[in-house]
């Protein structure tokens, strides 16, 4: 199974920027998707959650602001980020607990946004 992440970038301060991350490979389904983050220094952390289901769960630092969602059809994930501050700069990493004959957690390669004036 293979993640690949794209849409990372440079954006200023309040700005807004989204993220996708496509699986792909052999496996039965899809159940929770993630994306993390990790900020230079910093531990990887986790931002935003989405089960098979479609129940959302977001690190305090950014509800409100980012919106997890997934085309289960397209085994995809996203994360729309709006009013991005400077402390949002990270590289982002996407995750997936894949279904084979058990749970298997993947990550995708990391795409970096870089938010600054």
């Known amino acids: 199974v293979q993640l690949q992440a794209f849409g990372g970038g440079v954006v200023q301060p309040g700005g807004f920027l989204s993220l996708s991350c496509t699986a792909s490979g052999s496996f039965l389904s899809i159940n929770s998707m993630h994306w993390y983050r990790q900020a230079p220094g910093k531990q990887r952390e986790l931002v935003a959650t989405?089960?098979?289901?479609?129940?959302?769960n977001y690190a305090d630092s950014v509800k409100g602001r980012f919106t997890i969602s997934r085309d289960n059809a397209k085994n995809t994930v996203y994360l729309q980020m709006n009013s991005l501050k400077p402390e949002d700069t990270a590289v982002y990493y996407c995750?997936?607990?894949?279904?084979?004959?058990?749970?298997?957690?993947?990550w995708g390669q990391g795409t970096q946004l870089t938010v600054s004036s």
């Open positions: 989405i089960t098979s289901s479609s129940i959302t």
């Open positions: 995750n997936a607990r894949v279904l084979h004959s058990a749970l298997y957690g993947y």
